[in-house]
């Protein structure tokens, strides 16, 4: 079998490949450390991944949420694959609030957009180690027509029998090592649902077909996304995953707690909203932390049911961070002040697509927490941008791919990339920013 060697020379985003015979097919990175940085200037491509440096993409699709992740080492995650199919035209015809437009437009499906983001930025192009799907919603993972009539002539795989749209579809472009998701047997058992049978036949065929392993979400526990290609060069680097289905981490060693009631007809009466289950994680790389939670909220409206505060299981085990991804698509009902206020973040990115994304009572408790966050959307309605005027000195940027690039020693920047073609054009510089 063919061994793939990356090698890779530290702040010049330089590889080279070598090939040769092993009985091991797993790449390996060697990393080079000293070289200068790569100057990213506006109006310029933006330079590719630097060895020893960790970066997180928000890929911009107008159509959910997709961020890339690339580690120190090259090791690559990729947290949700947006798959809505929603459009403007739907939205009107049903008199239901709009849509942000498709990037760079309607004639590229949001898994195009995603696989050709990737393949240009990745190191190890199609080949993706991670795939972390943190629920179970369209604009996550993928749209499936017995959801919506309009996508009657939604093609299927001709072999794996799936629905060819967000996370299924971009497992036939690239190749994932390992998918996570949160599991589907909580609140109830939803493997019985079309659409939970269609993704479980899109991981039989990944599964059958290209080796992958599937895995659900291990709350508690740090070894689940780690480095593949050279941990020990990066010690200090851990992601630990919170909570997600209904279980929460406590803070001591891998231990977790229910956080919702153990009588499955009491969960099905309340019926909870599939975002309280969603995955959350903090990421640590040296002095830098991040925080990630999918579309977790702590509101549900017209509920006393506490347990759908999915928020507050985790607020005692989170700490201060220096960047994270607003919940939800910073809706009104997610991020809750108790949150905000242990995380304080110094940048937040946020993925809107409907209107009210962001809401501006979200908005207000970040800046509530830290005056001087500043706030990064890829994307958003027009006019959903007049409720945040109050807020708008703390938004740097309104649409376009994201890009932070960490550096070992914590230092950070945020660049904005032209999301109105597939160039990943450079249009706004942000930073330096100071890790604590």
């Not at 680097?237 to 153990?262: D, H, M, Q």
């Not at 289950?277 to 999918?294: E, Y």
């Not at 009902?333 to 995380?343: G, P, T």
Request: proline share 6%; glycine share 8%.
């Amino acid at each position: 079998m063919r061994q793939i060697y990356y090698i890779a020379i530290a702040g010049m985003g330089i590889a080279s490949i070598i090939s040769g015979c092993s009985d091991n097919d797993e790449a390996k990175a060697i990393i080079i450390p000293g070289a200068p940085s790569v100057e990213v200037k506006v109006g310029e491509q933006m330079p590719l991944w630097q060895a020893g440096t960790l970066e997180i993409h928000s890929i911009s699709t107008g159509r959910g949420e997709s961020n890339f992740y690339i580690l120190p080492d090259g090791t690559s995650l990729l947290v949700d694959a947006a798959g809505s199919l929603v459009t403007q035209e739907i939205c009107d015809r049903k008199g239901v609030g709009g849509v942000t437009p498709a990037r760079p437009n309607w004639n590229v499906s949001g898994t195009e957009v995603i696989a050709n983001y990737i393949k240009h930025f990745n190191p190890r192009h199609e080949n993706v180690d991670y795939f972390l799907n943190s629920h179970l919603h369209e604009d996550h993972m993928g749209s499936w027509v017995e959801k919506y009539e309009e996508y009657a002539n939604f093609p299927k795989h001709p072999v794996g029998n799936f629905y060819m749209n967000g996370i299924a579809q971009l497992g036939t472009i690239l190749n994932f090592t390992k998918i996570i998701d949160r599991g589907y047997t909580l609140p109830v058992n939803m493997g019985t649902e079309d659409r939970i049978k269609d993704y479980q036949r899109f991981l039989k065929w990944s599964m059958d077909t290209k080796g992958l392993i599937y895995e659900t979400a291990k709350p508690g526990y740090d070894d689940q996304i780690v480095l593949k290609y050279n941990p020990s060069q990066f010690p200090d680097f851990k992601i630990r995953i919170l909570c997600a289905n209904g279980y929460a981490w406590t803070g001591v060693g891998n231990e977790t707690k229910r956080t919702i009631p153990l009588d499955r007809t009491e969960i099905s009466g309340a019926k909870p909203d599939e975002n309280i289950f969603s995955v959350a994680f903090m990421l640590d790389f040296g002095k830098f932390n991040l925080f990630s939670a999918g579309d977790l909220q702590w509101e549900y409206s017209g509920s006393s049911n506490e347990w759908q505060n999915a928020d507050a299981p985790i607020v005692p085990v989170v700490n201060q961070v220096e960047v994270m991804k607003a919940s939800h698509h910073g809706s009104t009902n997610a991020n809750s002040q108790e949150l905000v206020d242990k995380l304080n973040p110094q940048v937040v990115w946020v993925n809107p697509w409907r209107t009210e994304q962001p809401g501006i009572p979200c908005m207000r408790r970040f800046v509530a927490t830290n005056p001087d966050v500043n706030i990064f959307t890829t994307n958003i309605v027009e006019s959903s941008k007049a409720p945040l005027m109050e807020v708008a000195d703390n938004f740097k940027s309104w649409n376009g791919h994201l890009v932070i690039r960490v550096n070992p020693d914590g230092q950070y920047m945020v660049y904005v990339l032209d999301d109105n073609d597939q160039n990943y054009t450079v249009k706004s510089i942000h930073g330096p920013y100071q890790s604590k």
